[in-house]
């Protein structure tokens, strides 16, 4: 008989050695969630997350919206309210009112019943149920995504069977839209590709094309046939009016044309964890809309059965009350004008430390980022030497600001402008 020490060290050895998953290669972090990854390593009081896109108060916590903690509160004190299974499509209701949001009440295509809503798990889940649809249904399987782009754009197509390409969106020269470039590559983009637009508050670069532009990029899009599929993970962010921003949405349904849009609550609801979001198609008949319905049952089916029901609910009620939708556009703004107030202060505190270079671009850009256009080896710097997380790109979220670490920040960016240019 063997000694059980013995036995045990065997046991403990196999396990080192041998393993079915021996050629697993050590993935990568995220480049955006891995930053909050590397920050809660971080023991230093004066640090700071300008990673992820999350909304944080001025005395730099999250925030759970007034009108969500009402909702949930008449939810949990609702006894009708059960935990059974959503169907596939999820909440017919919140379906319903997230088109609505999105495209207004009066939108022809919504009266005319072209439209069919899934409720899916937030705007990531959203455009992963669109990619695949697209790669199984449509004729042509190519996307054109702005460059840059939020980066799991590059990584959800691909699954969903569809192959990305960039058109120019971006000049860092000017900080701004390099609004011919875009125009001449969708221009040469083939007839019917699938063309993905960030509804507005662009992510990374906070550059938006203005009323005038969006109607020349909707004109062209609808001249070559292509397959408009918005993003819309910031609406009520950028301008603090969820109707404003969705104007450009909005002008491509009116015009009668067939499109997809990628809505996402975990920004302007605060629900990030909650995943909760909604996919709708514009197509051109009822009777297509009904059958485009039929065929996202069969993606969603197997891919997550049916979404969770909670967070819908939370929409549900707030879209669907009077007063907590009017109280939710309040605090959307509140939210919206911090972040304004933010870009002031970072930008006067920059040009009073006399901070060499332009950073006008700073109160210009849109939404909850700035992108910075400090290189990869200042932001490294940053991180080191002042403990402020940051993606490589350059992007720092606007919303992890405060009136206390803002000039922190500003103190980082003029060592890091100054020493590492
Ligand atoms: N689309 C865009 C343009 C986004 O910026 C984000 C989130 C999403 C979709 C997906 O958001 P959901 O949470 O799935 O609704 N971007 C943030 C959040 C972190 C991340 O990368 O998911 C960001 O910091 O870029």
Not at 31 to 56: C, E, M, S, W
Not at 395 to 413: C, Q, T, Y
Request: with cysteine; glycine share 8%.
């Amino acid at each position: 008989m063997m000694a059980s020490h013995q036995v045990t060290m065997e046991k403990t050895s196999a396990r080192k050695e041998s393993s079915v998953w021996q050629g697993v290669e050590q993935g990568p972090e995220d480049p955006i969630l891995g930053v909050t990854v590397a920050f809660n390593k971080d023991n230093h009081p004066d640090k700071v997350n300008l990673g992820v896109g999350a909304y944080r108060t001025e005395e730099g916590k999250p925030l759970v919206l007034d009108v969500v903690r009402r909702a949930e509160a008449a939810i949990v004190a609702d006894r009708s309210v059960n935990k059974e299974y959503l169907p596939i499509i999820g909440l017919a209701s919140f379906c319903k009112l997230s088109a609505q949001l999105i495209l207004g009440a009066d939108c022809p295509a919504i009266v005319e019943k072209r439209t069919t809503t899934v409720q899916c798990l937030s705007g990531t889940g959203s455009l992963r149920v669109g990619a695949e649809f697209i790669g199984k249904h449509y004729h042509q399987t190519i996307i054109y995504i702005p460059d840059p782009t939020w980066g799991n754009h590059n990584k959800i197509f691909p699954l969903g069977g569809v192959s990305v390409r960039k058109y120019r969106y971006y000049d860092p020269a000017t900080r701004g839209l390099d609004f011919q470039g875009m125009m001449e590559d969708l221009h040469s983009a083939p007839s019917g590709a699938v063309v993905l637009l960030h509804a507005c508050a662009h992510n990374p670069t906070g550059v938006d094309p203005t009323p005038e532009q969006w109607e020349q990029i909707r004109r062209l899009i609808r001249s070559k046939k292509q397959l408009p599929f918005f993003d819309s993970a910031y609406q009520g962010f950028a301008s603090g009016s969820l109707d404003r921003d969705a104007a450009p949405v909005r002008s491509f349904a009116g015009d009668g044309g067939e499109m997809l849009i990628a809505q996402s609550y975990a920004k302007n609801l605060g629900l990030y964890g909650e995943r909760v979001g909604a996919l709708t198609f514009v197509c051109g008949s009822p009777d297509v809309a009904k059958r485009v319905e039929s065929q996202l049952k069969l993606v969603i089916r197997p891919m997550y059965s049916n979404p969770p029901g909670h967070g819908a609910r939370i929409v549900e009620a707030v879209l669907s009350d009077k007063q907590l939708f009017q109280d939710w556009t309040v605090e959307l703004k509140g939210m919206a004008d911090r972040i304004i107030t933010m870009r002031h202060k970072l930008f006067d505190a920059l040009k009073q430390k006399g901070t060499p270079g332009r950073w006008s671009h700073i109160v210009k850009q849109i939404g909850m980022f700035t992108f910075t256009g400090l290189n990869k080896d200042q932001v490294v710097f940053m991180t080191k030497e002042y403990h402020i997380y940051m993606t490589a790109d350059g992007r720092i979220s606007m919303a992890g600001l405060n009136s206390k670490n803002v000039h922190h920040l500003a103190e980082a960016i003029h060592a890091a402008v100054t020493r590492r240019s």
